[in-house]
């Protein structure tokens, strides 16, 4: 596996004052070594002015949050991370990758959950490149790579999540945004370590069933929140009854036996419980 190592490449402002001036003093003395008829100084200055041209090509510039990864003939050599104009050896090739964050949102998949239960998902995944040598040398394109893994890490975190949890302590799809966020980040991050890229953050950002079976469970959805709402009515009904009872006992205010007892706690239910008011049948005789 190719590691990134830094090179220090020498700025490219002082060799851009050097390099002009030699090459004009080279020119200035192939002139007059032709004119002079001198024919070795005229191929030794035609040669080293040559090169002088030819080192012009080592000039390149480093942008901020980018790297330059350089080879010579194919080799790795390193990575420049130092901003600015640089220079390094004109063979050298030269090749950008950006290390700025970068973020995509995947495709809406159509996966099962671990219930089996078909669901729509797509994520949001953030991520910066952190090593260039790896990002350029262990994969063929690492952008794509990032796309096609993260939507892999997806597909394997659905199919191993239920939609809605079922039981306490079940981390579920829906109900767990936080831990779900988390799972998948580790998820994608596993697959893209060998391309030299961090995953930052991984989010869901759509989530529902899929239209086949949404309509089926929207009305298991309602119908779960009405025995919930109605659980929390009867308890709270129940309650109050048995403070009613108790109060009056407590008080004085009547003696009542289990037969009126039942009879009451009978209609106090009706009232409590019931979804439209109650109308009351007023005894204007005796209690019993």
Not at 77 to 83: D, F, I, M, N
Not at 99 to 124: H, M, Q, T, Y
Request: net charge negative; aromatic share 8%.
């Amino acid at each position: 596996m190719i590691r990134e190592k830094l090179l220090n490449a020498p700025s490219g402002y002082i060799v851009l004052v050097i390099l002009p001036v030699v090459t004009f003093l080279l020119g200035a003395q192939l002139i007059r070594s032709a004119k002079a008829d001198e024919t070795f100084l005229v191929v030794l200055c035609a040669f080293l002015l040559l090169v002088a041209l030819i080192c012009f090509k080592g000039f390149f510039m480093v942008h901020p949050n980018k790297a330059v990864v350089v080879q010579l003939f194919g080799s790795y050599v390193g990575s420049v991370r130092a901003t600015g104009l640089r220079w390094a050896n004109p063979f050298y090739s030269k090749h950008a990758v950006s290390l700025r964050v970068r973020n995509f949102e995947s495709e809406v998949l159509k996966v099962n959950d671990s219930s089996g239960n078909p669901i729509d998902i797509a994520a949001v995944v953030v991520w910066k490149v952190v090593d260039s040598a790896e990002a350029m040398f262990e994969v063929d394109d690492y952008e794509s790579f990032v796309h096609i893994q993260s939507e892999a890490a997806l597909r394997n975190l659905a199919t191993s999540y239920p939609y809605e949890s079922h039981s306490d302590g079940e981390i579920a799809l829906r109900s767990d945004p936080q831990a779900i966020a988390a799972k998948l980040r580790d998820e994608v991050q596993d697959r893209l370590d060998k391309a030299g890229v961090e995953a930052i953050e991984a989010r869901i950002s759509h989530l529902a069933y899929a239209q086949e079976i949404a309509s089926a469970m929207l009305k298991r959805q309602q119908a779960q929140a009405i025995v919930s709402a109605r659980r929390q009515i009867v308890d709270g009904a129940v309650g109050m009854v048995k403070m009613a009872l108790d109060e009056l006992k407590e008080q004085g205010v009547v003696d009542l036996d289990d037969e009126r007892k039942a009879h009451m706690v009978s209609n106090l239910l009706v009232v409590l419980c019931g979804e439209e008011n109650a109308r009351p049948v007023v005894n204007a005789g005796s209690l019993y």
